[in-house]
């Protein structure tokens, strides 16, 4: 993992003009994107990208490995110069700026401590760069170690920490500076699953401590992103594919790609009979009819895939209530905490999520499944790419 600043990787030290000023106050800037396309020996790989992240907004860039979202980052970074378009942090148009004088503060995923400097040396190795005086780097080095919880590890070196520390300190490393703005790149994925989990709760606490800070964030794990990010954007093939808030997305998801992209969904092909303007449809599913939730613009006719998450299924107690859907049992796993069905309805195979079950159905069984309509999402079919 290292800071922007930090440099391992040969680019310049900062203190520029445009950086800020080591006292100055944490305010955080927009990011913005205009049309911005970047492309390596003529291929492009990030496609008129337009996207604006808000002052003090905290933004996950999730998508398939080689969609284009490190590019993204390091185009606002200034590691790679966008074959067109521009990149604006705040007021500044920094496409023409080189790295240092951008004012970022950058995470990557293979933490990349100065092995020979103690930790309070590597946290303050971007405010001597800038010629900050001593007592602002030596407040400036607690503070930003506070931030992590590693106040208590000043004196030690990277290679008395953990990884989970070591990443700690490059995170306080970034924020030393007090950035316009935090980018972070897979900061957590070289850590085990209980550290990152934990990572994850102190990312999250740490951007309600510092709420000014805008963070954009990459990351292939939905799950990181839906926790921590104000808003997400799914990235397929070097194009915006989605841009909402978490819940947005997950519960009304805009296309294909993003329904099963972030968290698992059952897509059933229907279709639509009427639309009632409230924001609610009829559907046709084989010989069923069921109630849903229509975000789109959609007429009758229409054929869709109704979205519904696992957890959105249960076993149905009457015979008349609504949104019946009947189904063969194929499989159940008990998970600890879960009991993970897979059932065929009408040809399809849907998956459910219950809590654990004493006596889960035999395969073969017929079962009654019920959905709430509302949780139910039509899906346009041959929605293309969303624009940011
Ligand atoms: N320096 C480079 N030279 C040539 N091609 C590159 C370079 N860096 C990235 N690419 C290509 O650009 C595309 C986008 O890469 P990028 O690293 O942005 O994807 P990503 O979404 O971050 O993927 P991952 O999740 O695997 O890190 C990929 O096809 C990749 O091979």
């Given at each position: 993992?290292?800071?922007?600043?930090?440099?391992?990787?040969?680019?310049?030290?900062?203190?520029?003009?445009?950086?800020?000023?080591?006292?100055?106050?944490?305010?955080?800037h927009g990011?913005?994107?205009?049309?911005?396309?970047?492309?390596?020996?003529?291929?492009?790989?990030?496609?008129?990208?337009?996207?604006?992240?808000?002052p003090?907004?905290?933004?996950?860039?999730?998508?398939?490995?080689?969609?284009?979202?490190?590019?993204?980052?390091?185009?606002?970074?200034?590691?790679?110069?966008?074959?067109?378009?521009?990149?604006r942090i705040g007021e500044t148009?920094?496409?023409?700026?080189?790295?240092?004088?951008?004012?970022?503060?950058?995470?990557?995923?293979?933490?990349?401590?100065?092995?020979?400097?103690?930790?309070?040396?590597?946290?303050?190795?971007?405010?001597?760069?800038?010629?900050?005086?001593?007592?602002?780097?030596?407040?400036?080095?607690?503070?930003?170690?506070?931030?992590?919880?590693?106040?208590?590890?000043?004196?030690?070196?990277?290679?008395?920490?953990?990884?989970?520390?070591?990443?700690?300190?490059?995170?306080?490393?970034?924020?030393?500076?007090?950035?316009r703005?935090?980018?972070?790149?897979?900061?957590?994925?070289?850590?085990?699953?209980?550290?990152?989990?934990?990572?994850?709760?102190?990312?999250?606490?740490?951007?309600?401590?510092?709420?000014?800070?805008?963070?954009?964030?990459?990351?292939?794990?939905?799950?990181?992103?839906?926790?921590?990010?104000?808003?997400?954007?799914?990235?397929?093939?070097?194009?915006?594919?989605?841009?909402?808030?978490?819940?947005?997305?997950?519960?009304?998801?805009?296309?294909?790609?993003?329904?099963?992209?972030?968290?698992?969904?059952?897509?059933?092909?229907?279709?639509?009979?009427?639309?009632?303007?409230?924001?609610?449809?009829?559907?046709?599913?084989?010989?069923?009819?069921?109630?849903?939730?229509?975000?789109?613009?959609?007429?009758?006719?229409?054929?869709?895939?109704?979205?519904?998450?696992?957890?959105?299924?249960?076993?149905?107690?009457?015979?008349?209530?609504?949104?019946?859907?009947?189904?063969?049992?194929?499989?159940?796993?008990?998970?600890?905490?879960?009991?993970?069905?897979?059932?065929?309805?009408?040809?399809?195979?849907?998956?459910?999520?219950?809590?654990?079950?004493?006596?889960?159905?035999?395969?073969?069984?017929?079962?009654?499944?019920?959905?709430?309509?509302?949780?139910?999402?039509?899906?346009?079919?041959?929605?293309?790419?969303?624009?940011?």
């Open positions: 993992m290292s800071a922007a600043f930090a440099m391992p990787d040969g680019a310049p030290s900062p203190g520029a003009p445009g950086a800020p000023s080591p006292g100055a106050a944490p305010i955080g990011i913005r994107f205009d049309k911005v396309s970047v492309a390596y020996r003529g291929l492009t790989v990030l496609d008129t990208l337009t996207l604006a992240i808000e003090g907004e905290f933004v996950a860039l999730i998508g398939p490995s080689g969609s284009g979202k490190t590019t993204a980052l390091r185009a606002v970074a200034g590691f790679v110069r966008p074959a067109s378009g521009r990149i148009d920094v496409t023409d700026l080189p790295p240092y004088a951008r004012g970022i503060g950058m995470v990557v995923q293979n933490y990349a401590l100065f092995p020979h400097m103690r930790v309070s040396d590597n946290v303050a190795f971007g405010l001597h760069a800038q010629g900050a005086p001593k007592d602002i780097i030596a407040g400036r080095v607690q503070e930003s170690l506070r931030m992590v919880g590693m106040q208590a590890y000043l004196t030690r070196f990277p290679r008395e920490l953990s990884g989970g520390q070591q990443q700690r300190v490059a995170i306080a490393r970034a924020l030393a500076i007090r950035p703005v935090l980018l972070l790149d897979e900061p957590l994925s070289a850590l085990d699953a209980q550290i990152r989990r934990n990572m994850v709760e102190e990312l999250a606490k740490l951007h309600r401590d510092l709420a000014g800070l805008t963070v954009l964030y990459v990351t292939h794990d939905q799950t990181e992103a839906l926790t921590l990010a104000d808003r997400v954007a799914i990235m397929r093939d070097g194009r915006l594919c989605a841009l909402g808030t978490s819940t947005d997305l997950y519960r009304r998801p805009p296309n294909r790609f993003t329904a099963e992209f972030l968290g698992r969904a059952n897509l059933l092909p229907v279709t639509v009979q009427a639309v009632d303007g409230a924001g609610r449809a009829e559907v046709r599913f084989g010989d069923r009819t069921f109630l849903a939730s229509a975000h789109d613009r959609l007429a009758a006719g229409q054929a869709c895939h109704l979205c519904i998450r696992p957890h959105d299924l249960a076993l149905a107690n009457g015979k008349d209530e609504p949104n019946l859907l009947h189904a063969d049992m194929v499989s159940a796993q008990w998970q600890g905490d879960s009991h993970s069905l897979v059932v065929a309805a009408q040809g399809h195979e849907l998956r459910m999520l219950s809590a654990p079950l004493d006596h889960p159905p035999r395969p073969g069984e017929r079962l009654a499944l019920r959905f709430p309509a509302e949780r139910a999402s039509l899906i346009a079919e041959e929605a293309g790419h969303a624009g940011g």
